[in-house]
């Protein structure tokens, strides 16, 4: 089943196209990695996804599960069980990380034993007292940000870099956590990655490549990804123009 | 009582002395009155509670209820702790209270202080002896019901050496009235004592509001205040005066919620007199609709290694609210270290859009960063203070949107 599907999507931002004519979609149980270069659009297809207000869909549609969601508030699509794990999560001044997760959790029904294995499998417990991201160091707000993403029990995720700028450790500990998350209902998700670490414990089906706004590649995710790391993106380039 | 003649004169001398700040204000208009009748607290509890005072409460070391200018009820229900009215404070001690008459705020400040001296009435007399430390707190609560009424009572707090204690005081107004609160509080910290001041207030849309405090804490004593405001109003203005002596600290912190037209100017202003001695002031503003709020801070630093900080935010809500903040750090010695963070603006958009994605609805998500807004970390205080705090900040992120 076809869990979510952009046709020919176009964003703009600021009056500037960042997105143009992106196809892509995610069955039941995929995992599918997004890769491309810095300001290639990648944030910019999440936000629009999302259904950000600064990012305008100006061309193409989005399906989920079948229903066309694009004029759909944000709101509206998070409350149908889609999401993002932000690539940079804002710092929450006086805003302790242990009550704003309880407050996530009892909102989507989660229970405080699996708020705590999350916990756990994250090894965020110490950081519960502190302000939300106030000070964490960059792994820490990757590790807070999947856990907090997990405990709205989502269908579907974009997880924006998850493993940039962190650890070989962390990476083991996020893509557990991702596991969880599949346990606990999560039916798909894409991940933007540069380095795609996380298939060497998560199982990957497929791999889109965005250069300049548009989706240049797209195929099996190990075949992908080893191209990208022996060659750059240059092989995609020359590949689609063949 | 021949020696209080002379406050009176002064008093005299000052009754048309233009405020330093805020708007001047017509004195004439306003009279204080003696309200007859037997009022029951009960039956305005939760007014009482929305400024943190507990009617029923066996949680409190004693009590003083003041409504327009007649003394309800003053009860001390701890050993080594005196409350009563001012007026009875000096039929009893006379002339021995001198020395904590009038010297922490000056009586002829301004015409505030010099119509509280001639015809305000009432303000409680609370004393803590000598090594008293008492855990729960004190609270004593100011009420206004009368149109074209004056209130202007003059506490005076007296920490003897090595005691401490926590004073709730809140204000309210019972109703819609037109009236002028002049509230004169004069604190005096001993050597080695602490004091923990707590002040809430809740105003009705016509009234003027002008506190007039004044502060000493002696050697290695140590002040903590914090006033919080969720309020109508027409105009406030206040600036406490700390003096610290010889390793004494205070914390200041304040809380103002504005709305509708609304016009506060808050501050204060801390002198570091003594060697070793430390403060830092936190004020958080909040301004709905056309409201304003002019936050101020001012340390001196005068005596060697001297700490002052300023932490002065401010959250506008609507689009003609104003919040002007003015932060003054003045060294008058070398050896000082006096610093300063300020800043203004609205909500986040992108700090709200991430908590969406979170799967809050947008109010939720603004509640939230109000509610992270206000918390300023306070020092160790009682349960029980802290309890009341909470939830009174927890009242003011709910209404506030
Ligand atoms: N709000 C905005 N205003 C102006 N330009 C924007 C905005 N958002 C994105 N852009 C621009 O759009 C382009 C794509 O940015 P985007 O963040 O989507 O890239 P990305 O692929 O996620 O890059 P990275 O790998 O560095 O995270 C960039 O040139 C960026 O500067
Ligand atoms: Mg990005």
Known sequence: MRILEAKELSVETNGKLVVNKVSLHVDTGEIILLFGPNGSGKTSFTMALLG???????????????????????????????????QFAPELKGIKLGELAREIAERHCVSEDTLNELAKILQIGYLLDRYVNVGFSGGERKRVEIFLTALQSPKFVVFDEPDSGVDRDSVVLISKAIEKMF???????????????????????????????????EGPAEIIKDHIIKYGFNMCVMKRSR | MSWHNKYRELARNALSKIPAYGTDIDLSQFAPKETKGDIDLHSISDILESVGISVDSQNRAGEYYQLESIVLERLSKTPGLEIMSLEEALDIYGRDLEPYFWKAVKVDTDKFTAIAELAGKGGYFIRIKKGQRIQIPVQTCLLMSMDQSLQAPHNIVIAEEGSEVSLITGCAAMRETVGLHVGVTEIYVGRKARVNYVMIHRWSEAMHIRPRMGVIVEEGGEYVSHYIAFTKLKTFQSMPRVVLYDNARAYLSSIIALEGNAKADSGYLVELKGSGSSSEIASRSITKDRSEIIARAHIVGSAPEVRGHIDCQGLLLSESSRILTIPILDAVYDNVMLTHEAAVGKL??????????????????????????????????????????????????????
């Open chain 1, 52 to 86: 950000h207000p600064n990012y305008k869909i100006v061309g193409g549609k989005i399906y989920f599960y079948g229903n066309d969601i694009t004029a759909y508030s944000l709101e509206e699509r998070i409350s149908l069980g889609l999401t993002a794990a932000f």
């Open chain 2, 348 to 401: 986040s958009e992108d700090k709200i859009i991430w908590l969406m994605a979170r799967g809050f609805r947008r109010e939720d998500a603004e509640s939230i960063l109000v509610r992270g807004f206000l918390r300023v970390d306070l020092p160790d205080l009682p349960p029980v203070v802290m309890s009341m705090i909470e939830n009174t900040l927890r009242i003011i992120a709910k209404s506030v949107l």
């Open chain 1, 183 to 217: 346990e606990l209902g999560l039916k798909g998700a894409l991940i933007i990655t540069h380095t795609g670490f996380l298939t060497k414990y998560l199982e990957a089906s497929r791999a889109y490549v965005m250069i300049n706004r548009r989706i240049v590649c």
